[in-house]
C-alpha cells in the first residue's frame, strides 16, 4: 500500500468516525425546538423509577424556567450555583474529589450557562469508577438541591412512595408521637420547648409518653441551639418508610421533675380511630358547634356542613369554632367552598402570575362560591403553625373579611401557590407553583404567616393537664 493510499484511508476512516451516530443520552422523550428537554403533566400512574442521571437534572433545571410562577424572571444562575455546590459536596462526602470539580463562569445565558455546567459534570463523572449508585447519589444530590435553591415550600421534588409490606388503609408509620413542632418547621418562627401535643398510637404509646412530655434532646442533640430549632433534629421524630433507624430521645415530665431516656424505633401501627377522621364535629354548652377539620380534602367544605346541619337540627347553635389547628392543607376550591357557607360576593385569595416582588404579571381573584346557603353563625377559627397552604387561604380570608376571628398561634406561612405536577424522565415528580397566592388584602402570606386576632399558645403544662386554652377563649368570644 503506498503512502498516498493510506493516508485516504486514514482520512475516510476518521470521516466515518467522525461522522457516526453517537449513542444516544439517556434523554426524555419529549424536547423544545430549541433541544432543552421539557416536561408535561403526569397520565395515571407512572412506571416504576429510573436511576436518576445528569439529563434528569436538565429537564428538572428547564421545566422551573418554564413553568415555576417566577421562571421568566428567575435567575437561573442562584439554580446552577446551588447544584454544583451540592455535587461537590456529595464528591466529597464519597471521597471522590477531583480537580476538574470547579464550578465554570456563569454568564447570564440559561441555555450557555447549563451547557457549561453540563461539560463540567460530565467531565468530572466521567473520572469515577463506573458505579451506578453513586452516580445516582451525585445526580439525585444536584437535582435535589436546584430545587430547594427555589426555597418555595411548595416546589418539591417527589419521589413515588413506597408503603410497608403489609400496611392497609389506616395505618400509619413512625414513632406514634406528633410534637407541637412539625417536621419543616421554619427555624425562624419555633419557639422552645419542643414538646409531645398528641401520642396517636404505636412505639411512643407503648414506652408511655404523654402529651406535655418535653422532649430535651433527639438522638443527643437539641432541639434548639442558640434560641433556633435544630431542623435534622425535629425530623427524626416524623420518620418516613424506608427510614428505619431507631430514634433515642431524652424526656422531662415536668409535673413530677422525671428525666428519663426511652429509645423508639419506627413501625407500622393503628392510630386512634378518632384521629383519621377529616372533621370532627361536636355539640359544646350554650349551643356551640365545635368542628375540627384535619384537612381540605375533596368534600371536606360538604363535610364540614353537614356536620353543622345534624347539630343544628332541632336546636338552636349560637355559633361555630372552627379547629383548624394541624391542617395541612389541601384543595383551595375546599376552601373556597368553606368560605363560601359565610360570606357571598368576596374575593378569597388572589393567585398572580410572577413575583409580587415584580410587579409583573397579571392577578387572578379567587371568588366565593355564591351557590352555597350561608350559615348566618359567629365563627372562630382556631389556628397554628401547623396550619399551611389551603388552610392559610381559608385563614387569611377569615380575618381580611371579618368573617370572624382567629385565636391560637400563628399559621406556618407555607402558601407559595397551588402547585402542578410534572413528570421526569427517571419517573419521579417534580411540583411547581404556576402562580404566587396573594390574600384578600393582596398581603403575602408565604413565609409570614397569618396572625391570631388573640394569641393563645399551648404550653407543656396545658398538655399535660388535658386543657386547652384556645378552645376557651373561643368560646368566651362566642359568649360575649
Not at 84 to 109: C, H, I, K, S, Y
Not at 252 to 268: A, C, E, F, S
Not at 332 to 345: N, Q, V, W
Request: proline share 9%.
Amino acid at each position: 500500500m503506498t503512502a498516498k493510499s493510506t493516508v485516504a484511508g486514514l482520512v475516510l476512516l476518521l470521516t466515518v468516525a467522525c461522522t457516526a451516530t453517537t449513542p444516544p443520552r439517556t434523554q426524555p422523550a419529549t424536547a423544545t425546538a430549541a433541544g432543552s428537554p421539557v416536561c408535561a403533566e403526569p397520565r395515571g400512574n407512572p412506571p416504576p423509577e429510573s436511576p436518576t442521571t445528569i439529563d434528569v437534572v436538565e429537564q428538572a433545571y428547564f421545566c422551573i424556567l418554564a413553568n415555576y410562577y417566577s421562571g421568566a424572571t428567575l435567575d437561573a444562575r442562584s439554580l446552577l450555583t446551588a447544584g454544583f455546590a451540592a455535587f461537590v459536596q456529595e464528591l466529597n462526602r464519597g471521597g471522590r474529589d477531583v480537580p476538574e470539580a470547579t464550578m465554570p463562569a456563569f454568564t447570564g445565558d440559561r441555555t450557555t450557562d447549563w451547557a457549561a455546567f453540563e461539560t463540567v459534570y460530565r467531565r468530572v463523572t466521567g473520572r469515577l469508577p463506573d458505579d451506578a449508585e453513586l452516580q445516582g447519589k451525585l445526580a439525585a444530590a444536584t437535582l435535589q438541591a436546584v430545587v430547594a435553591a427555589l426555597d418555595d415550600d411548595h416546589a418539591r421534588w417527589n419521589h413515588a412512595g413506597r408503603r410497608p409490606p403489609d400496611s392497609y388503609d389506616g395505618d400509619q408509620y413512625g414513632l406514634g408521637l406528633h410534637a407541637n413542632i412539625g417536621r419543616t418547621a421554619n427555624p425562624g418562627t419555633a419557639l422552645p420547648p419542643l414538646f409531645v401535643t398528641t401520642v396517636p398510637g404505636g412505639p411512643a404509646k407503648e414506652a408511655g409518653l404523654r402529651p406535655g412530655d418535653v422532649i430535651e434532646s433527639i438522638n443527643g442533640s437539641a432541639p434548639f441551639a442558640g434560641g433556633e430549632v435544630t431542623p435534622a433534629a425535629v425530623a427524626a421524630l416524623y420518620p418516613h418508610y424506608p427510614e428505619a433507624g431507631a430514634v433515642r430521645l431524652r424526656m422531662l415530665r415536668q409535673k413530677t421533675g422525671r428525666h428519663w431516656t426511652v429509645t423508639l424505633k419506627p413501625r407500622l401501627y393503628r392510630p386512634d380511630p378518632a384521629t383519621l377522621q377529616v372533621v370532627t364535629p361536636t355539640l359544646l354548652g350554650d349551643g356551640i358547634a365545635y368542628v375540627r377539620l384535619s384537612g381540605f380534602a375533596p368534600d371536606a367544605a360538604d363535610r364540614v356542613f353537614h356536620a353543622i346541619s345534624r347539630l343544628r337540627a332541632g336546636r338552636t347553635l349560637t355559633g361555630v369554632v372552627l379547629d383548624l389547628r394541624g391542617n395541612g392543607g389541601g384543595s383551595p376550591d375546599e376552601a373556597i367552598r368553606l368560605l363560601s357557607g359565610f360570606a357571598h360576593g368576596k374575593v378569597t385569595a388572589y393567585q398572580c402570575a410572577a413575583s409580587p416582588n415584580t410587579g409583573d404579571g397579571a392577578c387572578d381573584p379567587m371568588r366565593t362560591d355564591d351557590s352555597v346557603p350561608l350559615l348566618g353563625l359567629p365563627l372562630v377559627v382556631l389556628t397554628d403553625r401547623g396550619c399551611a397552604s389551603a388552610c392559610e387561604h381559608f385563614s387569611s380570608a377569615v380575618k381580611d373579611l371579618r368573617l370572624g376571628q382567629l385565636v391560637g398561634t400563628r399559621t406556618a406561612g407555607a402558601v407559595s401557590g397551588p402547585a402542578r405536577p410534572y413528570l421526569l424522565g427517571d419517573n419521579t415528580t417534580l411540583t411547581l407553583p404556576s402562580t404566587h397566592h396573594l390574600a384578600p388584602g393582596r398581603e403575602v402570606i408565604d413565609r409570614v404567616g397569618v396572625a391570631p386576632d388573640h394569641y393563645v399558645p399551648l404550653t407543656p403544662q396545658d398538655a399535660a393537664a388535658g386543657r386547652d386554652p384556645a378552645l376557651g377563649e373561643a368560646l368566651n368570644l362566642l359568649h360575649t
